[in-house]
């Protein structure tokens, strides 16, 4: 075999390889919650629930989050930081050293911190605008 052989079987190699890191590289940051799986430290948990730990504040967390990824909502009390996303939902709570992140479904983050949040997330989804039923005085 000619060495014009191996540099072409070399050339076909390093191309898949530039792909498959390309797609790795792009691909594992697309979403808050991919964001977070590749900058924090898994802690436990799997699937839509899964917890990370950082050395780091709670607010600077919070900070490089929200730089990188725009909450569509955000609430901050005592107990932590609450970012919401269109599908996940982001809780930063604090813990020595450093902080919890805890990365879960919107919904299901909702009804487990609703004595947090109350109503302060709102909803993003416009299916409540039009129905009658939404209180005193409204749909008269």
């Not at 805890?102 to 109503?119: E, H, I, N, P, S």
């Amino acid at each position: 075999m000619s060495s014009k052989f191996w540099f072409v079987i070399a050339g076909v190699l390093a191309v898949i390889g530039g792909v498959i890191a390309l797609n790795m590289f792009v691909f594992s940051g697309m979403s808050p919650r991919g964001y977070v799986a590749k900058e924090f430290t898994r802690m436990s948990g799997n699937g839509d629930d899964v917890t990370y730990t950082s050395s780091q504040s709670p607010s600077k967390v919070a900070d490089r989050i929200a730089g990188e990824w725009r909450p569509v909502t955000q609430y901050v009390d005592d107990s932590g930081i609450y970012l919401r996303y269109s599908d996940d939902a982001i809780i930063i709570t604090p813990r020595r050293p450093g902080s919890l992140i805890r990365v879960m479904d919107d919904d299901r983050a909702y009804r487990t911190y609703y004595y947090f949040l109350g109503g302060s997330w709102g909803w993003s989804s416009p299916h409540g605008e039009s129905f009658r039923g939404r209180g005193p005085g409204s749909g008269k």
